[in-house]
């Protein structure tokens, strides 16, 4: 196992690589009730996107943690679900089996775009500022995560103070109710863990926050701890689009340049997202170092480990899709688990067989609440924010499309779309300071292709 993931040469044990894929897994399983919660608005089953969300998930990470042996979790996105289910399905009118053709289809394109390298080529293009700009900002808007789960913030506070239903300014909570008090317990002893350099720190306060959350009425202890039951119901949401509505019924009524705009939109959000936690958490713990990246146009075939885990990620839409779920992607979570140590495809692979375990077990895992999870995700904020310490910030050129990168990735609670103003305002700079020559064709292309994917969003909803 050790010559298999080469978990030594990493400087890393199997001890370390467990606690990290228990700690990844924990602080992204909210997404088996989260997902089901939302898909289950078009008519889907509940019972049925809840067995495909753990299979899509249990098999996409084995395939990161096996093929490209890094320690990623793969689970169907957040932001890309409600995308799904609020603008494809209830927006646009399209049926979820039609939804979910879309979603196969731009498995398949992820697919070519990675085989052909334009995937590696994307990252390559970005340049060092933008690159620490965007691993920071993961960092904020996971700490913005936390602080949300947390209820350390609410929305919908005025001058005068909070008031349910107005605007939806967000404000600090008064603590005046069990939830945030737990965060807040949660967060302190993850502090002093850390400091002290406790290993398993985040581990620990995870499981002692669930317990304290006991008496506090907020953990929740299941009637039964096994149960079969929802596998029976996975059989309405897998291969669904095979149907009589689904790839039959996609392009009828003139509806093909929607579908194209639809699919592109999933394509577009999912590359980006995957390739902002990959540059914002690969480069700080060197599991994608400089080397590593140089190598991805040079190599011939799948040789880097960020060849490979770019293939990994694209096969798993495809795969979510089958099983009846919205794009799968690469969850910005897993910098909890790199954080812990984590550092080779057994943290994957442990994550993977957790997720397999919550089937007949749902309950038990089911229990931990989001406020023991939420201060991880904000202690890894801290952790992520010390890129932000390369950035030239007294260089405008270079400050002025960092602070877009991160204030829009954070404030528009979407890695893609900060991303994006970085590199249109680092294009915009270029252009006035008379540089055109000096910018990758594929930056160019990256830009021209997100501001066409805001024009079109933006007529689509004038029309």
Known sequence: MDKFFRITENGSNVRTEILAGFTTFFTMAYIMFVNPSILSETGMSWNGVFVATILAAALGTLIMGLVAKVPYAVAPGMGLNAFFTFSVC???????QEAMAMVFICGILNIIITVTKLRKAIILSIPKSLQLAIGGGIGLFIAYIGFKNAGFINFGATLAGFTPGADAVPALSHFDTTGP??????LTLTVILMILKVKGAMLISIFAATIIGIPMGITQIPDKLFDMSMLSDF??????FFDDVGFSSLFSDGRAVMVLITIFAFSLTDTFDTIGTFIGTGRKSGIFDENDERALLESKGFKSKMDKA???????????????TSNTTTYIESAAGISEGGRTGFTSVIVALLFLICLPFVALFGMVPSQATAPILIIVGVLMAESFAEIRWKKLDEAIPAFFTVTVMTFAYNISYGIAAGFIFYIVIKICKKELRDLHTILLGAAALFLLYFVLMALHQIG
């Open 90 to 96: 209830f927006g646009l009118g399209f049926k979820w």
């Open 181 to 186: 008090v737990l965060a807040l317990i949660g």
């Open 235 to 240: 059989s309405k949401v897998s291969f669904a």
């Open 310 to 324: 770019l293939f990994a990620d694209s096969t798993a839409t495809s795969i979510g899709a089958l099983f009846g």
